[in-house]
């Protein structure tokens, strides 16, 4: 039976204290955080549980089991890059050991190492993906899906993609300079950006602006697409438009999670999440703390569905690779084995058919919240 792999880390101490639930994960909540990002260069890799007997709707069977590598965000972006990617071969080593096929590299573990280069170059006889292809398409399934429902026409649309020339980013930016009308790009190297904003004016209909500063990207825009590997928050609630669209893939988020209390008026989500057919027999309680319900990633999803398809070979890897076909054939998969992208929710808020309607009057009427703020 195929074997997937989900190569993870924490995205906080709290999430860490989490992972080490009880005894363990109170000692280490009383580390100052610099003995605790020293105790964690020491730590082995875990494994944080097995899914067994995931099954396709085109009644094929698969099993999987979640990794964690134990450096924090910060220290990915920080450290040596050898040491970050020794670290995160041991714990794909580990995965092969325990019988795993093809590895997804969960968050920061693909942004190190030009998504999944230096490691398929590093570790054999496992495939390894950065899942950042169905990442992108569930990405874009869910800015599409958000603007039928606020009656939003994407072709009038101002819209911003900030970190466009990432690897979700810049396909997402190919794909969306096609669609809406002006098109505002930010990131921070502008030499990187101002080519890739030609390579755009060449390929899309869209008005390509660039911005180094984020603050002046989304003032007044439709939507924004957040999708850097920024270790702070970018987005300021304040800026963002009544009835705005808001699609944070970024991990750690781009935006803080508190926005869903404070600007009721603007629909922001977590984007590139997919809805599981089989919620339960696919995840267990170790995988539940991950997110809620029936909900994934991504990057997680696209290994299954290439496990489904026992397509055990390397598949998103080396940032800038992802045509618009890689996408169609993952949107084909996931339609293929019943995945959906995820309903709307941040920080464990799901936005309701009620929220939604008073985001569209909001939009109609120009209200906002922020004097609120
Ligand atoms: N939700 C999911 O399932 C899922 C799956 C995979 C990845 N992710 C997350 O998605 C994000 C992007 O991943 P990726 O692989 O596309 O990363 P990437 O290829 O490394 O791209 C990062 C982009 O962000 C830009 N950037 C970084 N810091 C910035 C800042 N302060 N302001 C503006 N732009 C900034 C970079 O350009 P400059 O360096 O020039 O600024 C680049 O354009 C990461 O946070 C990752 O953890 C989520």
Same mark, same amino acid.
């Given at each position: ?12 101490? @709290? ?6 639930? &009880?005894?363990? =994960?109170? %000692?280490?909540?009383?580390?100052? !955080?610099?003995?605790? +990002? ?77 998504e ?38 994407? @072709? ?6 900030? &970190?466009?020339t =990432?690897d %979700?980013?810049s396909i997402?930016? !190919?794909?969306?300079? +096609? ?139 080396a940032r800038g690779n992802i ?51």
């Open positions: 039976m195929p074997k997937f792999a989900f190569i993870a880390h924490p995205i906080t101490t @709290e999430h860490l204290y989490e992972i080490y639930s &009880g005894f363990a =994960g109170k %000692i280490l909540s009383f580390f100052p !955080k610099n003995m605790l +990002k020293e105790l964690l260069l020491r730590l082995p890799p875990v494994s944080f549980g097995v899914c067994k007997n995931v099954k396709s709707s085109e009644g094929k069977t698969i099993e999987g089991e979640g990794f964690l590598f134990l450096l924090l965000p910060e220290q990915i972006a920080m450290l040596d890059e050898k040491f970050v990617l020794d670290k995160i071969a041991a714990t794909i080593k580990k995965a092969k050991e325990s019988g795993a096929q093809i590895a997804a590299l969960g968050g920061f573990a693909s942004v190190v190492g030009n999944g280069e230096k490691l398929a170059k590093q570790v054999n006889g496992i495939a390894i993906t950065s899942g950042n292809t169905c990442t992108a398409a569930l990405t874009i399934q869910g800015i599409l899906k958000a603007a039928l429902i606020l009656d939003v026409k994407i @072709e009038n649309t101002h819209m911003t993609v900030i &970190g466009a =990432g %979700i980013g997402c930016s !190919k794909i969306f300079a +096609k669609k809406v009308k002006k098109l505002n790009i930010v990131a921070r190297r502008q030499d990187r950006l101002s080519n890739f904003a030609n390579a755009l004016r060449r390929s899309g209909s869209a008005e390509v602006e660039l911005f180094k500063r984020t603050s002046d990207a989304i003032k007044g825009v439709d939507i924004i697409l957040s999708t850097t590997s920024s270790l702070t928050t970018l987005i300021e609630p304040e800026y963002l438009k009544p009835g705005a669209i808001v699609c944070d893939v970024s991990l750690p988020a781009n935006i803080p999670k508190e926005i869903v209390n404070i600007r009721k008026d603007i629909l922001v989500f977590e984007g590139g999440l997919a809805k599981l057919p089989y919620s339960k027999e696919i995840k267990g309680k170790n995988w539940n703390r991950l997110l809620p319900g029936d909900r994934t990633y991504g990057c997680l999803a696209e290994a299954m569905l290439l496990s489904f398809e026992n397509r055990l070979e390397n598949y998103s890897i045509t618009e076909e890689n996408i169609q054939e993952i949107c084909g998969l996931l339609k293929k084995h019943s995945f959906e992208v995820s309903d709307f929710f941040c920080g464990y808020k799901f936005f309701t058919e009620k929220d939604l309607e008073e985001i569209k009057k909001c939009k109609v009427k120009g209200n906002n919240y922020a004097g609120v703020l």
